[in-house]
Each structure stands twice: as C-alpha cells, then as structure tokens.
C-alpha cells in the first residue's frame, strides 16, 4: 500500500514533475504552494515523507522546517529538502540558528539541489518509503 508523500514547492512545474515521479512509485501525493498552507496540509493528509523547497512564499521553507522539527508530532516525520540554495548555505544558516535557538534542529533526512535528475530524487523518496 503506498505511503503519503507531501510535496511543498512554490513552483507548480517542480509539483507536477515530482508528482509524476512519486505516483509512479504507487504513492499518493499532496501538493502545497506556500509555508502558510504546508502546516493546514500536514494535519489533514498526516504524510509519511515533506519533500520541501526552502523558497516559498508567505512563509519560508527554513520556518516550516523550523516548526516541523519543534512540533512533537510532526518531528518524526522525514524531510527531503529541495531547493536551489545550496546544501552547504542551508547547512550554515542551520549551525547560526543552533546557536541560538533552544532546542536544537536536525539536518534534514536528505537534501536535492535543484534541478535534480530524476534517479537520484526517485532514489531519495524510495529510501524513506519502504
């Protein structure tokens, strides 16, 4: 039986290509366009796995991440982040936030810059979804 995978992108180009992907793989797919809406989407389809792009709009990916792994009940929750800020930017902005926030915050189960080739993103999706 296929999991629930929640896909949070701005772009609808990334949520539809991803979307095809992933219902490939014989899962079900939801789809959110901005941080304000990803946290209404994630109490109603409970998903198994966040692929989520740092640049949204009304609310940024690097809150929603923030809330995800603060929130007892949604911390569990995998996430693949997949964005075009480098791995390596998000990972710093990540150390300053540590030092200041006071629970600290994980790394993200996996991160895929953009444009990412379709084997390594089916690849990334079927490591959380077995």
Known sequence: MGKNVLIVDSQPEVIESASALIGKL???????????EAAVRI?????????????????????????????????????IIHSKIKKKTFLRTLEELNRFYPQPLPEPEAYLEKPCKPDPFTKAIQQFLR
């Open 26 to 36: 014989g899962h079900q797919v939801y789809s959110s366009k901005d941080g304000e």
């Open 43 to 79: 109490r109603q389809v409970n998903p198994d796995l966040i692929i989520l792009d740092l640049i949204l709009h009304r609310k940024s990916g690097i809150m929603v991440y923030m809330e995800l792994k603060t929130n007892e009940a949604w911390k569990k929750i995998p996430v």
